[in-house]
């Protein structure tokens, strides 16, 4: 939920009174007192405030802290107070711009060397509120002004739906899916929940010293349709970030040095965003290098080098999926932060898969036994999901409650997706409900 102009006064009262300070200080003027109390007063409404949403929910997913928050803030007043935006103007005559500089808000905030040195790094391309997208800063230039992103607003104000980045060589994957939907072994979850830890916590552990250079990165090892990707949406949804899928073949040239910049181009758009990248099927790409037998492989070996380098040197969360783990680089298996081993469900397992994947209102038979589903039924999570759909819509074209004659048919056409020649034994005791035209 967005916070409203209202519940954001005390933000817009500091701003206020800051700037009715400096104007003061500028012109030699002594402040009247009652103002001083009015600041301490606002102050501490502005703490009490930034406890609640919009601001506990930002700070806590994009890692800002005190400074962070005054910069964001004097960068979204100008759209929640207008008047604001015609004191920026009057406190910055040089620059054409409803928004402050780096400069008027050190000068707002009265920072000394030391302070306005870390402001100064609370804007570089790798601080938190830079790859939050909160802001607009481009510029090392202190007296280019900071904008706010159709993100801020959306998240402040609720104006308008926050634009997806543009990130060259990947797509957006829709990310709706959480952890109730998740049906995977013990420590499968825990491994995810700790990818959440490097992410959740980067900053204090920082803080206690430690250096981290990029990542974190995650292998999702496992046979194709056991949840990798699927899982990938979870993490992305419990980090409230958009997750890109990267398109290989968008990037891959055949011209020699393109796939690098291409590569570039891609990083560079992405460090400036809050997002999780996502690299299917990786082994295709990230295989051992092969022996050089002539120049094309050299550079083939040159492109996959550098794709490896940028990403453990990016900052921020990727994630690689492989079927055949064994297929990944042992080079490059050292640098993972997280592997996560993706198996076949068990029967337990797809019981509650098809118990999760059956629409939640769907009417169904009296016949329809979930556990029956999971034992008869060798499928994978993927798998079992298709055929779940695939069931409801059987069903509803019937005008009938889904029963086991839907389940089967559903079954017979997931399996007939391989291509392979199909025995009506791999229906087990469902065999009896395949029409006789299905199972020709």
């Not at 030391?114 to 007296?143: K, N, V, W």
């Not at 890109?244 to 291409?262: A, F, H, M, P, Q």
């Not at 040159?302 to 380098?309: C, G, K, N, P, W």
Request: with cysteine; hydrophobic share 40%.
């Amino acid at each position: 939920m967005s916070a409203t102009a209202t519940s954001l006064t005390p933000e817009w009262e500091r701003i206020d009174l800051l700037g009715a300070y400096l104007s003061a200080a500028r012109r030699g003027m002594d402040v009247a007192g009652d103002m001083g109390e009015r600041l301490k007063n606002v102050q501490q409404s502005v703490r009490e405030l930034r406890r609640q949403q919009p601001w506990r929910r930002i700070s806590e997913t994009y890692g800002l802290d005190t400074l962070d928050q005054d910069i964001l803030a004097c960068t979204i007043a100008s759209e929640g107070e207008p008047r604001i935006a015609w004191m920026y103007q009057e406190l910055q005559p040089g620059v054409s711009s409803f928004y402050p500089t780096p400069a008027l808000i050190r000068e707002m905030f009265v920072m000394n060397e030391q302070e306005s040195a870390e402001c100064h790094r609370r804007l570089t391309l790798d601080s938190p509120l830079i790859r939050s997208g909160m802001i607009e800063y481009d510029s090392g230039d202190i007296f280019c002004p900071i904008k706010p992103t159709p993100l801020a607003r959306s998240a402040f104000f609720g104006l308008a739906e926050a634009k997806s980045p543009s990130i060259p060589g990947a797509v957006r994957v829709p990310t709706q899916s959480t952890w109730d939907d998740l049906v995977l072994p013990d420590q499968a979850l825990r491994s995810l929940r700790e990818f959440m830890l490097w992410i959740d916590h980067r900053q204090q552990v920082e803080g206690w010293g430690a250096r981290i250079t990029g990542g974190p990165v995650a292998l999702f090892a496992g046979p194709s349709g056991t949840g990798k990707t699927y899982a990938a949406e979870v993490v992305a949804n419990a980090l409230n970030r958009p997750l890109y899928r990267v398109d290989l073949g968008l990037l891959v040239s055949k011209y020699i040095g393109e796939t690098e910049k291409n590569l570039n181009t891609l990083f560079d758009a992405a460090r400036q965003a809050s997002i999780v990248l996502l690299f299917d099927e990786a082994d295709a790409l990230f295989g051992k290098r092969g022996e050089i037998k002539e120049a094309r492989d050299r550079y083939a070996n040159m492109e996959v080098s550098h794709l490896l380098s940028r990403i453990e040197c990016h900052r921020g969360p990727c994630i690689l999926t492989s079927n055949l783990r064994q297929h990944i680089d042992a080079a490059f298996l050292r640098r993972f932060q997280v592997i996560v081993d993706f198996s076949r469900p068990d029967a337990a397992a797809r019981t509650e898969i098809w118990r999760r994947h059956i629409p939640a209102k769907a009417p169904l038979d009296a016949a329809v036994d979930f556990d029956l589903l999971g034992t008869e039924f060798n499928l994978t999570g993927g798998q079992i999901r298709n055929a779940a759909l695939h069931a409801a819509f059987l069903a509803a074209g019937d005008g009938a409650p889904l029963s086991p004659v839907h389940f089967t048919s559903a079954v017979w056409s997931e399996l007939s997706k391989k291509g392979t020649e199909l025995s009506l034994s791999g229906l087990g005791r469902f065999a009896q409900y395949l029409s006789t035209e299905e199972s020709v």
